[in-house]
């Protein structure tokens, strides 16, 4: 005769199999960025796999939070400042198009002007006017990776 508590226990090897899982999941998705943070930088990178027409937010998907500027180390005594533009390359094999998307305050979302980017070529997106740049949308027409390089922040 089985007892009750049998038949809805998990298997260990099925437990410890979710448990590394659940862990690995939590250490991939807390990696900061290169420079020591989750602050955009030059040389920060954002990957876009998804299918054509399909947009990427890249504040999100690596190029971390692009409403501040902070300096390398905390022992500079420097603080951050709020980040005016950010000029990205296309160092992907097909056309891109990217937008910013910015506001005034915390809540309000304006979106910029979709740019095409040619592979190779950089732009500068500025929001201006006062207002905060809060990610930078990633789309491709064309299959394959779409890949957008930070090569300076002011």
Known sequence: MRTPWRKTTVPWSGLCLWSAMAALVVAVCSIPGRDGGDQVARGRVCRSTL??????S??????????YRCPKSDADGRPCVRTSGVTVRNRGRTRVYVTYIAGVRQGVR??????AL???AEITLRPGGRRWLYDITLRGTEEGPKILEVVRVR
Do not use: I, K, N, S
């Open 51 to 56: 299918p054509r027409g399909m947009e990427l």
């Open 110 to 115: 304006e979106q910029g002007p979709q740019r």
């Open 58 to 67: 890249c504040a999100t998907y690596g190029f971390g939070d692009l409403r």
């Open 118 to 120: 040619e592979p190779g």
